[in-house]
């Protein structure tokens, strides 16, 4: 199975960059390789199932399928029902993710697909190179003149946690990923943790395992909870602590950006606590613990400015 991937970020708030992403009949509006396009039957552009009929500037007429569409995770998907290359299964999505320093835009355009075996490798490229990344090239154009629907919110309905932090690192993933990836290892670039160590002999990569360490004067315990290289993503639960709240469970998770070969980096967390408390640990835990956590990986390894 072929994959066509390509990422960027827009300087420009989610709330614009999903409106244009979410028409399905909108692709001439900031794509400039399509030069006409129409939803068949006469359907709206947000209903499921609706086939977007489009040409390309070389006269082409593709066909493709709306099968996947949800507003509260901003991510659609869609299928070749009149293929503009000669691959098999394909299927491709697009999804928008909120950047929280800056209030920029996350954007990846990704398909899966079957090639041909004699040409492995071809539609890969040429899909990740002349229709992803051309496309989101535009979008990137398009959407910080773009208009936000009137009354659009940043979430629908509940956030999808108490704190959501994102940025960019100025690092290839692959680099970055290994630093993350350390559980036992923030001690060594996070200034206020010291003292960080695994309990009981466990590795810093073994699930299950506890870090003991310092946040300034106050010591945590926390459980590795999952570790996947996959998906780069790790998250953990704490165990104690002489902060106010239960049932904290928090995580990362980063992705590559193409256009530049830098890290889209989340992290996120979730507890129960009273809401006056609340009003002083969500701001403290977004940007004292999360972004100054991505800020310093970027200070210290890949020359960023620290915010």
Request: proline share 5%; charged share 25%.
């Amino acid at each position: 199975m072929a994959r066509a991937y390509s990422s960027i970020v827009i300087d420009a708030p989610v709330e614009k960059v999903w409106a244009l992403v979410r028409d399905f009949d909108g692709l001439p509006a900031w794509n400039a390789g399509v030069v006409r396009s129409r939803i068949e039957d006469g359907l709206a552009a947000d209903v499921v199932g609706c086939v977007r009929s489009f040409h390309l500037k070389d006269g082409t007429h593709v066909r493709e399928r709306l099968i996947h569409l949800d507003d509260a995770n901003r991510s659609l998907s869609y299928n070749f029902e009149t293929p503009a290359f000669p691959v098999g299964d394909y299927l491709a999505t697009l999804r928008v993710m909120p950047v929280t320093a800056g209030d920029r835009s996350f954007v990846e355009w990704e398909a899966t697909f079957e090639e041909p075996a004699a040409e492995r490798g071809k539609y890969e490229a040429l899909i990740s190179r002349d229709v992803f990344s051309a496309g989101l090239l535009g979008l990137a154009a398009k959407a910080p003149s773009a208009v936000a629907p009137v009354g659009a919110r940043r979430w629908k309905g509940r956030r999808p946690a108490k704190v959501y932090a994102s940025t960019v690192i100025r690092g290839p993933v692959d680099k970055v990923w290994p630093i993350l990836r350390d559980f036992a290892g923030m001690g060594a670039w996070h200034s206020d943790i010291t003292r960080m160590h695994m309990l009981d002999g466990k590795r810093a990569d073994q699930v299950g395992g506890t870090r003991d360490f310092f946040f300034g004067e106050g010591r945590l315990h926390e459980e590795l909870l999952h570790l996947c290289d996959r998906t780069r993503s790790f998250s953990y639960r704490i165990n104690k602590s002489e902060i106010p709240w239960l049932d904290y469970v928090a995580g990362a998770r980063i992705w590559p950006i193409t256009d530049g070969d830098r890290t889209f980096a989340v992290w996120t967390a979730d507890w129960d606590a009273n809401p006056n408390d609340d009003l002083e640990l969500i701001p403290k835990v977004h940007n004292d613990v999360f972004l100054k956590a991505f800020d310093t990986i970027d200070a210290k390894y890949f020359g960023g400015a620290r915010r």
